[in-house]
């Protein structure tokens, strides 16, 4: 890779990163071809972006947005993406059917580094999908119960 390659790559980086709310450092050594591929459809599905980068690379990006407390050692793979709980539920599901390939190491959300334990947390939060949903059943639940009384109401007054 040439100078300015690695120049462009870390610029294309830094860009992306600036406009993501979350970004996961994994550890994929193990994982082979097929099942890396496997995460990177599961991330496209959800609008992540999946990338092996060097290190040195990787940290330059890094530091150029503020993330210095986020480490990286050997392998890495960055997940990152604009939904926060997308991109901790989809890191975590992965996880779960390769626990002793793909394991998380760090994360930085919200403009600082965070640990494994607030990525969880961060994954067992309903997504922006289910909140829309819960949002609009309570929203049409008074329409509802209106339209069942007066349906109650309707009925009452055919049995009289």
Known sequence: MTRTQKAELIDYLTSEFKESQ???????RGLSVPELENLRTKAKESELKVRVVKN???????KSIGA???ELKDTNLLVWGV???SVAKTVFDYAKTNKEKFVIKSGF???????????????KLPSRDELIGMLLSVWTAPVRNFVTGLD???AKKEEE
């Open 22 to 28: 979350a970004i996961v450092v994994c550890d994929y």
């Open 56 to 62: 040195k690379l990787a940290s330059i990006a890094l």
């Open 68 to 70: 210095d407390g986020v």
């Open 83 to 85: 939904d926060q709980i």
């Open 109 to 123: 959300v919200e403009g600082e580094a965070c640990g494994v334990d607030k990525l969880e947390a961060l994954s």
């Open 152 to 154: 109650n109401l309707r």
